[in-house]
């Protein structure tokens, strides 16, 4: 178990054990739920890893299984670890619980996939440009503004830091020429961004309008990948109130070939540094 695990990843991989113990049995949602007198939604979500769970629930669930001994207190210690606040609670409003989540799974993720259709990602942006992003929601208070891009600015520390993620991003080329918060904030952007993909832990590249159709027209996602081999990829997607997590085998597949296609289509590494030069140089 990865020491730096943060409390969302232990939940999930608390989630998986009980799934696991509960299948070894042949048990489903139903006839646990009956045993417990809970509902099989209950069971679900904590199967899911959506919600917290209570180490009082954890141990009438390991009661069912029959789990004991050592295999019982690693499920018990993990669920109160899981119980813990992560990191980014102190932002306490500016990062809603439907996020928390993926904050959470990105502070652990040793591999990052990222497909951008609309935006600098978030991991990439300065603080000009991601106040510029925020701003564009007229009702947002600038309070709060200015919580979510300080959040979003400690969250960068990531890429920069001894344990550093492979980030590899593929930017479709309307993001690099859409001038969020100005010439001089966009070109202040688009030099940090050719700062940044210079790292060896960064691969960036340019999806060039020339490439006509790709398998990501529906919209942008993110692959997150973990150490642990029981901890398997997620898929995020983000909307406007809510985010999309996929987890099941064959979407992991279907989202990792369409990165790959994506990876295939778009510009070399350093070409797309020279695209991205020429966009800041006409930002006169």
């Known amino acids: 178990m990865i020491a730096r695990s943060t409390p ?19 048990l489903t949602l139903d006839e646990v739920a009956e045993r417990l ?42 669920a109160r670890e899981a119980r813990q606040k992560g990191w980014w609670h102190s932002y306490g409003e500016a990062i809603p619980p439907w996020f928390e989540v993926y904050v959470g799974l990105e502070s652990d993720a040793v591999t990052m996939d990222k497909y951008e259709s609309e935006h600098i990602p978030g991991l990439l942006q300065t603080a000009d440009y991601a106040r510029a992003v925020f701003e564009a929601f007229p009702a947002e208070d600038g309070a709060e503004i200015d919580k979510r891009v300080e959040l979003r600015m400690a969250r960068t520390a990531r890429l920069t830091a001894s ?3 492979k980030f590899w991003a593929v930017l479709n080329e309307a993001v ?4 969020v918060g100005g010439d001089q904030a966009m070109r202040a952007q688009l030099a940090y961004l050719r700062d940044m993909a210079t ?25 997150l990948g973990f150490p642990e081999p029981t901890d398997p990829k997620v898929v995020f997607m983000e909307g406007q109130t809510g985010g999309l997590y996929l ?15 994506l990876r295939a289509a778009a510009l070399r590494p350093g070409d797309s ?8 140089d006409s930002m006169a």
């Open 8 to 26: 969302t990843v232990k939940r999930r991989r608390l989630a998986g054990e009980l799934r696991r113990h509960r299948e070894a049995l042949g």
């Open 37 to 78: 007198e809970w509902s099989n939604a209950k069971i679900s979500r904590i199967e899911n890893a959506r919600v917290g769970v209570l180490p009082r629930d954890v141990k009438y669930l390991l009661n069912v299984y029959a789990v004991e001994d050592e295999a019982r207190e690693v499920l018990l210690t993990l």
């Open 163 to 165: 344990d550093a993620p």
């Open 176 to 179: 690099i020429h859409r001038r």
């Open 199 to 223: 790292r060896p832990n960064i691969t960036l590249q340019v999806l060039p309008f020339d490439a006509g159709a790709h398998p990501a027209m529906s919209g942008a996602f993110t692959i």
């Open 247 to 261: 987890e099941k085998p064959h979407e992991i597949e279907r989202y990792s070939l369409a990165f790959d296609h």
């Open 273 to 280: 540094q020279e695209l991205i030069a020429r966009v800041a």
